[in-house]
């Protein structure tokens, strides 16, 4: 079965240090997205890219945060200047289009877990 | 704002005991509505959906849910729990034409033998 995969699984960083967390997408979906869940609390959508630009975003999304489809199959999110308040697990998903048919649905990844220190 | 609450934190039942997990959202038109479960070190792997029709739907590994527009839930079930279950649940609701799912915190499910 298809499915999307997350490096690293857990990344270590010192606060102010830029990071960057990698997703494969499935490879015929079209429209891919960040989720956050801070420790305890709930899983919160960051943002959606589609067509090698950013489709929607949340507040949480702000100047530190930037995504990016390098190559035809890597899909990155970069922290600029991580915060103590960014350590979180981080999901990436997938999914065929952004329309929400019956047939379209966000698959996931396993997650990236951050710890700022 | 949508929002969507799961009452229960933590939950504990014995193998081959039935389960009712519960899910409330609020929103002002007809939801789209999503079962999640995660395993540890797993993803959040897809356990059922509703998006229109029939308001009972079925899922993966014997898992059930029911819209109940007038209550606003959309509780999930199983008749008979395996071990293999415990695992972290989440509800989430998708609305209109936005991209984003919001979720709910999560219940943890614990299996006793």
């Known amino acids: 079965e298809p499915e999307v995969t997350q490096t690293p699984s857990h990344q270590v960083t010192q606060m102010g240090q830029e990071v960057i967390l990698r997703c494969v997408p499935i490879s015929n979906h079209l429209y891919f997205y960040w989720y956050r869940q801070i420790l305890g609390q709930k899983v919160e959508f960051l943002v959606s890219f589609y067509n090698n630009e950013i489709s929607e975003k949340s507040e949480i999304f702000d100047d530190q945060f930037s995504v990016e489809r390098p190559d035809g199959s890597n899909f990155t999110l970069k922290i600029r200047s991580t915060k103590l308040e960014d350590s979180a697990m981080y999901f990436c998903?997938?999914?065929?289009?952004?329309?929400?048919?019956?047939?379209?649905?966000?698959?996931f990844g396993a997650g990236s877990r951050l710890t700022v220190l | 704002a949508q929002s969507v609450t799961q009452p229960d934190i933590h939950i504990t039942v014995s193998e081959g005991a039935s389960l009712e997990l519960r899910c409330n959202y609020s929103y002002g038109a007809t939801p789209y509505l999503f079962w999640y479960v995660q395993s540890p070190g797993q993803g959040l792997q897809l356990l059922l959906k509703?998006?229109?029709?029939?308001?009972l739907v079925q899922g993966i590994k014997g898992f059930e849910a029911e819209f109940k527009r007038s209550q606003s839930s959309f509780n999930l079930r199983k008749p008979s729990v395996h071990w293999s279950d415990a695992a972290e649940y989440f509800c989430a609701l998708r609305t209109g034409t936005a991209s984003k799912l919001t979720f709910g915190t999560g219940t943890r499910l614990q299996v006793t033998l």
């Open positions: 998903a997938s999914s065929p289009s952004g329309r929400w048919t019956g047939a379209n649905v966000l698959t």
């Open positions: 509703y998006f229109s029709g029939d308001t």
